[in-house]
């Protein structure tokens, strides 16, 4: 994998605050990256934060495929319960079979997240993060502009069978949203668009200065080995 010196989303927004603006084109990088996936027959199933990582020009890249599923249609179905509970979509936890529209269900949250910098579902207890998934309306502030609420909205429905992303028509239907009325997906798919932010050279030189990317300094042996036994041990 090429090499991402800006870290993963998580740490980024913890630095930075984000205005919808920035949150389209962040948005739109994942959904360029979830129309490539699904249309070579990948679930990604494990969609967060943590696993979008930053390249030097600013551009988000999907990472970490240690959960998807392959040779998988826009109409095939899995029961496998995998991913991360807080992004995991209501019909995984049914266990009733679920396919691509999981990973828009977590496109959902990943945005609720970046816009408003919490969870929308968030209980220690398991039961209760579960139930809450199942069957809690997500709270919208009201100064949230008409067309990320949408989003929002049509990306955490409840019923797969109506989110938004869903179907043969998928990513398309996504790309189609007024929230992204001033993207233009020809130009980000060609990288003509300046991100938000960009990597400067002095950036994350943390494998230089940080004192925990260092070699462990190790202590001497207690006395020298004996020459009869490294002998013995020659070769080994």
Request: proline share 6%.
């Amino acid at each position: 994998m090429e090499y991402l010196p800006g870290g993963d989303m998580l740490d980024f927004i913890k630095s930075v605050e984000l205005e919808e603006p920035d949150v389209m084109f962040y948005t739109a990088c994942i959904v360029l990256g979830l129309e490539a996936l699904h249309q070579l027959g990948i679930v990604h199933r494990d969609l967060k934060l943590e696993n979008l990582l930053l390249d030097r020009d600013g551009y988000l890249k999907i990472v970490d495929f240690g959960l998807s599923k392959d040779r998988f249609g826009y109409s095939d179905r899995t029961n496998t319960m995998c991913g991360t509970k807080t992004y995991m979509a209501p019909e995984i936890y049914l266990k009733l079979g679920y396919g691509m529209a999981a990973d828009w269900w977590a496109l959902g949250i990943t945005v609720y997240v970046m816009l408003l910098y919490e969870l929308p579902f968030n209980h220690k207890d398991p039961v209760e993060q579960m139930m809450s998934i199942l069957y809690d309306d997500i709270s919208l502030p009201e100064d949230l502009s008409e067309d990320a609420s949408t989003l929002i909205k049509e990306l955490l429905e409840k019923d797969p069978e109506f989110r938004l992303g869903s179907g043969d028509a998928g990513a398309e239907m996504v790309k189609e949203h007024p929230f992204f009325k001033d993207m233009d997906w020809d130009h980000l798919l060609q990288r003509r668009i300046t991100a938000p932010y960009v990597l400067e050279n002095d950036d994350h030189l943390e494998s230089q200065e940080d004192p925990g990317c260092q070699a462990p300094a190790l202590p001497p042996p207690a006395a020298r080995i004996p020459s009869e036994l490294q002998e013995a041990f020659r070769g080994f």
